[in-house]
């Protein structure tokens, strides 16, 4: 840029029209630089100024020498206000510079100058764009960060619960009637959670790494980890299975899972009865059981409920669960 400004008639010097140009130049160089210093992302008042004298000066420079060689000083504060600034800061910088060029067109210093006031607002939307893409990516990460730390919690918490509690009903058993017989039940009713939850864990994962998998596998792999561990579960399938997306089949698995667990606390030796059907356009899964000893308030309390209608929410699908009759009906459907 120096080069091209002190090598070519009409450019940077120290006399007459020469010196303004040098001047201008190098309060531009000055403030990109301090631009550069800082940052130079960010919004703060330090930013903010700098930014602006990079495109007034910029284009005051463009004005005393318009050519493409000096243009970048504007263009890319313009850029830089649109990407880190609010519209009531950017807008200001971009049209004052836009305004000093216009003028300079208007006025018979150039025609490119109108061009080049047309290329800020450019710079300007270009970094506007860019922010709006940053945010959705950010955005994006955040909510996968946070559906797969749901993922870990719902395995590795309910499986450590579990654990927990069997290791606890061992030791009570042998501290209180040294009865080795019921310490050792509990002991192997927690390795069996232990492995089902690194079975659902090794699930989990290869779920959130694929683009699709089968419904009907995962539901028969939590009907047969509910049966080992006690309770009462069948399952029945209507349609033609087909595989889903992972993000509402981890979704309608989970529903499941919590619905079966509901069913065992309530109504513990009462069979549980999962359906899965499989319709021209969507998916549906019901869990249906005896009400057992537990009132309808105690059933819909809690955060069961709400937890499973945003899981279904966030899939792109919808909950429904209540009182028919004397049974608890828990239906999730999805379309796929």
Same mark, same amino acid.
């Given at each position: 840029?120096?080069?091209?400004?002190?090598?070519?008639?009409?450019?940077?010097?120290?006399?007459?029209?020469?010196?303004?140009?040098?001047?201008?130049?190098?309060?531009?160089?000055?403030?990109?630089?301090?631009? *550069?210093?800082?940052?130079?992302?960010?919004?703060?008042?330090?930013?903010?100024?700098?930014?602006?004298?990079?495109?007034?000066?910029?284009?005051?420079?463009?004005?005393?020498?318009?050519?493409?060689?000096?243009?970048?000083?504007?263009?890319?504060?313009?850029?830089?206000?649109?990407?880190?600034?609010?519209?009531?800061?950017?807008?200001?910088?971009?049209?004052?510079?836009?305004?000093?060029?216009?003028?300079?067109?208007?006025?018979? +210093?150039?025609?490119?100058?109108?061009?080049?006031?047309?290329?800020?607002?450019?710079?300007?939307?270009?970094?506007?764009?860019?922010?709006?893409?940053?945010?959705?990516?950010?955005?994006?990460?955040?909510?996968? +960060?946070?559906?797969?730390?749901?993922?870990?919690?719902?395995? *590795?918490?309910?499986?450590?619960?579990?654990?927990?509690?069997?290791?606890?009903?061992?030791?009570?058993?042998?501290?209180?009637?040294?009865?080795?017989?019921?310490?050792?039940?509990?002991?192997?009713?927690?390795?069996?959670?232990? =492995?089902?939850?690194?079975?659902?864990?090794?699930?989990?994962? +290869?779920?959130?790494?694929?683009?699709?998998?089968?419904?009907?596998?995962?539901?028969?792999?939590?009907?047969?980890?509910?049966?080992?561990?006690?309770?009462?579960?069948?399952?029945?399938?209507?349609?033609?299975? +087909?595989?889903?997306?992972?993000?509402?089949?981890?979704?309608?698995?989970?529903?499941?899972?919590?619905?079966?667990?509901?069913?065992?606390?309530?109504?513990?030796?009462?069979?549980?009865?999962?359906?899965?059907?499989?319709?021209?356009?969507?998916?549906?899964?019901?869990?249906?059981?005896? *009400?057992?000893?537990?009132?309808?308030?105690?059933?819909?309390?809690?955060?069961?409920?709400?937890?499973?209608?945003?899981?279904?929410?966030?899939?792109?699908?919808?909950?429904?669960?209540?009182?028919?009759?004397?049974?608890? =009906?828990?239906?999730? =459907?999805?379309?796929?």
């Amino acid at each position: 840029m120096v080069w091209a400004m002190t090598t070519h008639r009409g450019g940077a010097g120290l006399h007459g029209s020469g010196l303004h140009i040098s001047v201008a130049l190098a309060v531009a160089s000055a403030c990109w630089l301090g631009w *550069i210093a800082l940052g130079p992302h960010g919004d703060t008042l330090a930013l903010r100024s700098l930014t602006a004298c990079t495109a007034i000066s910029g284009a005051v420079l463009l004005l005393l020498y318009p050519s493409l060689a000096v243009y970048w000083f504007t263009f890319w504060a313009c850029v830089n206000a649109g990407l880190n600034f609010a519209d009531r800061v950017a807008v200001p910088i971009t049209a004052a510079s836009a305004a000093i060029l216009v003028g300079g067109y208007l006025t018979h +210093r150039g025609t490119i100058l109108a061009a080049f006031a047309a290329v800020a607002f450019v710079g300007y939307t270009l970094g506007r764009e860019r922010r709006r893409y940053l945010a959705e990516a950010r955005a994006a990460t955040l909510a996968e +960060r946070g559906r797969i730390a749901r993922e870990l919690h719902d395995v *590795i918490g309910h499986s450590l619960t579990g654990v927990s509690l069997q290791i606890e009903s061992a030791a009570a058993a042998l501290e209180a009637a040294a009865d080795s017989d019921r310490a050792l039940t509990h002991l192997e009713q927690a390795g069996r959670l232990v =492995r089902t939850g690194h079975q659902e864990a090794v699930a989990a994962v +290869r779920t959130l790494r694929e683009g699709q998998v089968a419904m009907h596998a995962m539901l028969a792999g939590l009907i047969e980890s509910h049966r080992a561990a006690g309770g009462h579960a069948q399952l029945s399938v209507t349609g033609m299975p +087909r595989a889903l997306d992972a993000a509402p089949a981890l979704a309608l698995y989970r529903v499941t899972q919590e619905a079966l667990t509901n069913a065992a606390r309530h109504a513990p030796a009462k069979l549980a009865h999962v359906q899965v059907g499989y319709g021209d356009s969507e998916l549906t899964v019901s869990v249906v059981n005896d *009400i057992g000893c537990a009132s309808p308030a105690t059933l819909s309390g809690g955060y069961g409920l709400p937890g499973m209608r945003e899981r279904m929410a966030e899939a792109g699908g919808t909950l429904s669960a209540g009182q028919a009759g004397d049974q608890w =009906r828990v239906e999730a =459907r999805v379309s796929a």
